[in-house]
Every structure is written in C-alpha cells, then in structure tokens.
C-alpha cells in the first residue's frame, strides 16, 4: 500500500492504482470523459487534470500512478484553471443543442459544463459539422457532438472483441467511425450508449421518447439468458421505457447484452395478449377472467374424467418465474399428472435420473473469468450468453486456452487455442478422442467401462493439444452449451465430457436455455422430480417435453410456449396440439399458431409486471418486483394459477404473495447443493446419428425477444440454421 | 469473413513487406503498417484503395478499421487519385514567415489548379502540407522523395520544366 494525501485526505491506495481510482475509492470526485474503470486508460480528455505537489504542470489522474507521499490538490487554483481550459476546449466545437439531445439530464458534459464551463464562448467561428454515420438499428449517432473520448473505440477492442469503431482523420478532422459505411455487431454494441459521456451515442428504439428526469428507475433482472444479468427499468407513465444495466461485479459488471438492452420493445408488442379470450365454435370471445377461469376449468375436468389425469400435458418456458413453475407443477401433480416439463429443446432424455440438482456452471460467474483453459462443447457462448462470453473472453485475453469442440463453426470474438468443428454425428467422436488422448497422456486409471468404449476411437493431434491444455490449467473449466443440450446424443456427450473434466481436474458446467432453467428443475418443472425430492426421483415419471407430442396427449396446458419456436420439432408439436381435445394457454402473446390450437387464453404478465425469481445458472436466487401494472386485463400468472388450484379444490393454494410460494419451496429444497458431481455411469456411443439440431437465433430465444424490431433486423438476427448430418 | 484481398499484392510489394516484418518481432507484425502502405501505395500510382488497405490488413492480421486509421491520419498516404507528380508545399510557420503564400499562388496559377486538384494531362498534383522539417531552407516544398529549398518563383518555374 502506497500513502498519498488528496485534497489533505490521507489515504491508503493500491500499489500501482491511478490517482483517479485511490481518488474514487474515497469518493472524492475528479471531472473525466474518457477514463473508464472498465476500460484501458486513454488519457486524451484531459479533463482529469488535478494538481500534484512538486509537479511543474497539472498531471493527469487517469495515467498518473500514485506514489509514496504524493500531495495531490483537485480543487486547488491550478487544477481548477487546468479543468475550465479543458472544458472550454471542448465546448469549441460541442454543439448547444441540449434540449433535443437525447443524452440530456444525463449528460457527463452538460453536468460538467455547470461546474467548469463558462458563461458564454470566446469563439465567434463557425463549429465543426460531423455527417452522422449510420451503425445500425439499435445505436442512434449525432457525431457533431463527440467529444473522442474514445471510449467506444476502447469498448469495441477491449470488450466486445470487434474492432468497428475507429478514430478517422487527424486533428480537427478526427471523426469517429467505421470509414466504411458498416452495421455495429457485436451483441454487446448497446454498452456503448452508457459509456458515451455526450449524446454522440444513443439509444435508437428509445429516441425521442422520455427524458431522464421524467422516469422513475426500478431495479430488476433480466429474464432472457440464464445469467442473470442485474438490470434497472425505466419507467413513465406505467410504461417501460428503457433499459439499463445495474452494476453486479459478480455477475454482469457494469454490462448487459443487447438482448437484455432492446427486448423491452417487445413487451408492447401489437399481439399482445390483453384480456382473457375463449374459443367458440372456432370463434374467440374476449370473457371476464371468471368465464374464462370456468371454461377452463370445465374443459380440464371434463377432459380428465374423460380421459385421466395422465392424458393432461404440460409444458413451460424454461424463462418463466420460479414461483410460476412451482405452482403449475403443483396444479398438475395435483390434478394427477406429472407430465410437465420446460426442456423444449432437448431430444435425449436419457440421464435425466442421474442429473444434478439443476443444470449448474459448475462455479462462479467470477470464478468461470478466471479460467485457464475452456473447453466449449456445443456451445455458441458469444451469442447464447453474451455476458458469459465476455468473462472467457476477458479469460482468453489473459492467456487462457479457449477450445471449442462445436458442429457449426460459431463466430467468435475472442482468440481459440483449438477449434473442433463436426458434424452432428462427429460430436461423440471429438470428445471421445480428446478423452482418449487425456488417458494416454496423464497414464491413470479410467473409470470403468472406458477402456472399452474408447477402444475403436482414433486420437487427432487437435485432441491431444486440447487434452493437453486442460490437464496442464489449475483452472480448467468444461462447459456443455445449448447446442450440445439439444443434441440427439446429449447424455453421451455430457459423461464424455464429465469423464474430460473428471481426469483433467476442470469444472463442468452447463449453460441452460433461458432465464430460469435452474429454476425449472427446482421447482419441479421436469416429469421426474418434485420440488420435495429435487435431486432423487419420483418412482414413476411422467411424459418429457418430446414424449407428451410423440405420443399425444388430449389436453396440454401450455405455459408462456409458442408452439412454432419452443419446439423443437414444431410440426409434430402443432399437429399434435390441433388434434387436442382442449389446450389452455397462458401466454402473454396471442400468436398466430397458438390462437389455432388453444382454446383458452390465459393472460399473463411477463416479467416486468410480476413479482417473481430467477435462479441463475450459478444457483443464484434473484427475486423481483413488477415495476409497471399488468397491462389491461392480465394479471401476474402466480396469482392465475392460485385461482386455478382453488377452483379446482387443490389444497395449498392460498398464498397472500409470491414471497410465500418462493419461501415455501425454499423451505421444500433445504440445502441446495450447488455440485455437478454424480455417480460415475458409462455411456455408450451412439454411433449413427440423422437428426438435425435446429439453432435457437439469439434473438428468437424467447416470447418477448421474438417481438423486439430493433433487435430483429440486426445482423445477428438472421433466421436458424439448420444443421444437417 | 469478406473474401480474401490477397490476391492484390504481388510479389514483389511482398518481398519489400516482409523485409520490414522482419524487422519486428514476431507478434508484432502489425509494426510495418506504415511500410506496407507506403509500398502498397507507390506500386498503385501514388494513392490507396480501400480494397488495398484491405489487403494489408489482411497481411498483417489486423483490423480494417486500424490501418484506416494509419491511412486517414497520416498526410504521405493518398485516399484518392493523384498526379505522377505530387507537390507538397509547406504552408507552416517557417514557410509562410518566409513567402510561402507567394509560393503558393505561383503553383496555383502555373498549375491552374488548386490543393487537391490534379492537372488535366494527370501529370501533377498539389497538396498542402505542415511542416516538413526543413524550416532552414524555407519556403519549401517536397516531389517525390526529393526537398526543393529557397524557393523562388524562377526556381519553381525550372523545378516543373524538368518534371517529366
């Protein structure tokens, strides 16, 4: 530790540490533009200039190291005079159009100007005019009023791994900018609207919309990936106008991807589902909520005493809140049935009684950033899970060994030590060989069964530097991606890779599909467990997300699914709808499909208008409180479907708040052991393989995404790719 | 991934790239950016495409974005078609203490163009440029890679009829 006095404080700063930071750490505010705490110092503002004793001229914060017995003054003459040349420097050329400049209220500029600039401007010439360049249909540009902090240009390098954004042009000619005409497509771009100090850089959907000042800001989480993400909404006049990202270090630092950014817009999208609606004779009628709860009710019961409870199935968003999953488990087992499940995009099923407690990441989201060697299997990490990319990436730029074994050659944004890329079939293949080449190299005993499976297996010299990475990181970690999670063979793939992760001392860990699946498998939101026995089985196991349309079901409740998208084979999942009896869908969309094949609607409130929890793919409990009313008629689903248990005359449904049914199944779960370690179990190579997995595009993940403009037409959303064997 | 502009670079312009590569080490291709334009530029009649920065980026595996920005900041690289002959008159403070204005409209009006502009026949072009470091010998200009000191209007007169 270094002792420095600012402003006669004494303090204690970090050896090494800027002046700007032991200054921050204290809470003694130094003006700065381009100083980022997140990004590398650029020090080309020169807003920051304080006063340090014995130097002959004001210095820097940013790029000025502290040192034993430094006296720095930031108030004094010198720094003040040195921070108002600055300030008038930059207003040369900074335009007074504040008042239609989106970034007013909430300007680093304009704060400033009060503080350090003057009244009125010594310059008579004309201000410089920047053409505003065109980067695509979430971030609006007003380039006549860059400053060239150059934040952004730091951002695309340092963060997003995509260098667009530069400095074109030389001194008063400098404009920032592509040079080529150029879309922004880095699915992490949004984070440069915060970063931009002035309103060069602003939201496109949220242009012209509210004023800083006008919104009350309420704190949520995002509910589109299972990171997590800590987010604040901004709200006017009961509507979501934007969001922004709330600083986690844990989770997601000062970011949030773009899907957590611009989905809102989907959240009052035309086909939103506003009032309860049953289906007559092929005709819908907007009910009351109690004629359209009877209905409902009357087609369950009479469907079930026509039928049995075993001809119900039910299938829920793997981004639908814990407390809903709960509860609708709870109606069906209570009903009878225990066909329900979230995992619409799996085809293989076959370890599900051996699964840990939940799909968990094997370790922190801190933890998984300092990484030394990342084996991604299946896994499209810069897209699927934005924020979980940026931390391996941050991994791989401080020399870890990033490796992928994938059947589709991803686009990725940050250097692979190794790339394996396969087809579907070859995916078994690929690890095998690496496991192959782990025992051969490490000469330990393998788990039983082995030996022989591996027997026929050929090792590539890219297995045997993948094998060697990992068994050479202290850190190694081993994660199973969406794609792997949808693969025809994923229980193979899964023990292969448990068994790579096993012998080389890594963590294993799954990325799951949306924003709740840990807490699905909690809570019970899966055919073979309950929430009271969340890591041993239930002796008879109802249908999963693929049996329940294999074998058709007479009557499905359908919970925040669109058919057409959640599936992942949507034809047999829609015929097998249509020819049900009677389908209730709680959805806060009325969707094309979905009108065809229900015969109720129950509306629902998405995640901004219910309270609610996500556990996150570290095991992290994050609960919520809805910030805007439920639009119209819907109502948050947990309350729906108490309504539903006490109609149908189910005992414990008479929660008072969604705190009770989360502390309720809290309560069910004890201690949650956050482990993906289970009995060792052989597997067998499947060999011949045809399916195809059908890619999820990052933005057609879920519901509200799906109906988000902005999003839609960038260039990461261009439709699936199927893949083929 | 924009298909490949390698095609672009011959082998010679490659040879010349690659001794300064040489020059840097190995991780640091990235250093003879400045090299590379230049040679890449004189084998194209003085001036870059964008296909040509490309090109080098490509090379040198770096972003597009990073060698625009060597190119547009530097005033020696040319974006757009200039003359066999490129006039680079100094117009800094040494220059314009010691003539440079009358330097200036002589070109102009011999030349009958002005900055920028490129004679009708393409033989000669006129730039503006900021101190060249010949502030003893002002007011100057540069052609080529040879300085033309103490100008005077007869001494630009011969300087441009010996130009071919």
């Known amino acids: 530790m270094i002792n420095i006095e600012i402003d006669g404080l004494k303090i204690e700063a970090q050896d090494g540490a800027m002046l700007i930071e032991a200054a921050d750490e204290v809470g003694i505010s130094i003006p700065r533009f381009c100083y980022h705490k997140k990004l590398s110092v650029a020090a080309n503002c020169r807003m920051c200039l304080v006063d340090v004793e014995k130097a002959a001229k004001p210095l820097p914060a940013c790029a000025t190291p502290v040192t034993e017995g430094m006296k720095v003054f930031t108030q004094s003459q010198k720094a ?71 934040r952004c240009v730091r951002f695309g390098e340092e963060i997003a791994g995509v260098r667009e954004l530069g ?90 991807s773009d899907r957590d950014r611009f989905s809102y817009e989907g959240l009052n999208s035309k086909d939103r589902l506003t009032a309860p609606m049953i289906k007559q ?69 076959s370890d599900q009684n051996r699964a840990p407690a939940f799909p968990y990441l094997g370790q922190s989201i801190e933890s998984l950033g300092q990484s030394d060697a990342v084996l991604l299997v299946g896994a499209n990490i810069t897209k699927d899970q934005p924020i979980l990319g940026h931390r391996v990436r941050q991994a791989a730029l401080f020399g870890a060994k990033v490796m992928c074994v994938n059947s589709v050659d991803y686009k990725v944004n940050m250097p692979l030590a190794e790339k394996l890329i396969t087809d579907v079939a070859g995916m078994e293949a690929a690890l095998a060989g690496i496991l192959k080449a782990l025992l051969n190299m490490n000469k330990i005993a393998a788990p039983s069964g082995i030996d022989q499976l591996l027997h026929s297996v050929s090792i590539s010299a890219t297995h045997e530097k993948m094998a060697a990475n990992l068994s050479k990181a202290s850190h190694g970690s081993v994660l199973l991606g969406l794609s792997a999670a949808s693969h025809p063979a994923y229980s193979t793939l899964y023990a292969l890779a448990e068994c790579i992760a096993e012998l080389s001392g890594a963590k294993l860990g799954s990325l799951s599909l949306g924003a709740n699946s840990a807490g699905a498998w909690l809570s019970g939101a899966v055919p073979h467990r309950t929430a009271d026995s ?24 359908l919970f925040g699914i669109e058919p057409e998208f959640d599936s992942v084979d949507p034809v047999v999942t829609t015929q097998s709808l249509k020819d049900a009896e009677f389908v209730v869908a709680f959805s806060s969309y009325a969707s094309t499909v979905l009108s065809d094949v229900a015969n109720v609607f129950l509306p629902i409130s998405p995640y901004t208008e219910t309270s609610g929890t996500f556990v996150n793919v570290e095991g992290r409990w994050q609960s919520f409180k809805g910030v805007v009313s439920p639009q119209e008629d819907t109502r948050p689903a947990w309350k729906i479907l108490r309504v539903l248990g006490n109609l149908f005359e189910l005992k414990g449904f008479d929660y008072m708040s969604s705190i009770e049914v989360r502390d309720e199944l809290k309560k069910c779960l004890g201690d949650i052991k956050l482990s993906n370690k289970r009995a060792w179990l052989c597997p067998e190579l499947s060999g011949n393989i045809s399916e195809q997995i059908v890619e999820i595009p990052i933005y057609g993940a879920d519901a509200i995404t799906r109906r988000a403009v902005s999003l839609s037409i960038t260039p990461d959303a261009t439709g699936h790719t199927i893949v083929m064997n | 991934m924009a298909e490949s502009k390698l095609h672009l670079l011959s082998d010679e312009s490659k040879g010349e790239i690659d001794t300064w590569i040489a020059k840097y080490p190995k991780d640091q291709k990235k250093s003879a950016v400045m090299a590379a334009l230049t040679i890449v530029q004189d084998a194209n009649g003085g001036w870059l495409t964008q296909e040509l920065m490309d090109m080098v980026a490509e090379y040198l595996a770096m972003e597009p974005i990073s060698v625009y920005e060597v190119a547009t900041f530097y005033s020696m690289y040319e974006l757009k078609p200039v003359g066999r002959h490129k006039i680079c008159v100094c117009t800094n403070i040494s220059c314009m203490l010691c003539g440079s204005d009358a330097v200036v409209s002589h070109l102009k009006d011999k030349l009958g163009i002005g900055f920028g502009g490129i004679t009708t026949d393409g033989k000669i072009s006129l730039k503006e440029v900021e101190c060249l470091g010949a502030c003893g010998g002002a007011p100057m200009l540069q052609i080529g890679d040879q300085y033309y000191e103490n100008l005077t209007p007869e001494k630009i007169d011969s300087i441009l009829d010996n130009l071919k």
């Open chain 1, 281 to 349: 004779s092929g005709e819908w009628q907007r009910v009351s909520w109690d004629t359209a709860l009877a209905f409902a009710l009357n087609g369950v019961k009479e469907l079930v005493g026509r039928h049995g409870a075993e001809h119900l199935g039910t299938l829920v968003s793997p981004s639908a809140t814990l407390e809903e999953m709960y509860l609708l488990q709870k109606l069906v087992r209570g009903l009878g049935s225990s066909n329900i499940d979230h995992r619409v995009r799996q085809l293989d099923f």
């Open chain 1, 167 to 256: 400095a074109i042009g030389r001194g008063e000619h400098m404009e920032i900018g592509t040079y080529v005409a150029s879309t922004i497509s880095s699915e992490l771009s949004g984070n440069m609207i915060d970063l931009c100090p002035v309103g060069a850089l602003t939201s496109k959907p949220f242009r012209y919309s509210a004023r800083n000042w006008e919104m009350q800001r309420h704190p949520s989480i995002a509910g589109h990936d299972c990171v997590g993400s800590n987010i604040d909404l901004d709200v006017r006049d009961n509507n979501i106008m934007r969001v922004v990202p709330r600083e986690n270090e844990e989770i997601n630092e000062t970011w949030i």
């Open chain 1, 80 to 150: 003040i005079s040195a921070q108002k040349g600055v300030m008038e420097f930059l207003l040369i050329n900074h335009p007074l159009d504040c008042p239609i400049c989106d970034q007013g209220g909430e300007c680093d500029l304009q704060d400033l100007a009060v503080g350090y600039g003057g009244g009125e401007t010594r310059y008579s010439e004309n201000k410089r005019v920047v053409k505003n360049k065109n980067i695509g249909s979430l971030i609006a540009t007003d380039m006549t009023r860059c400053i060239h902090c150059t």
């Open chain 1, 534 to 557: 969340a890591s041993s089985n239930q002796t008879s196991a109802g249908l999963n997300a693929i049996q329940m349309f294999t074998a058709p079901r007479k009557g499905y409740f």
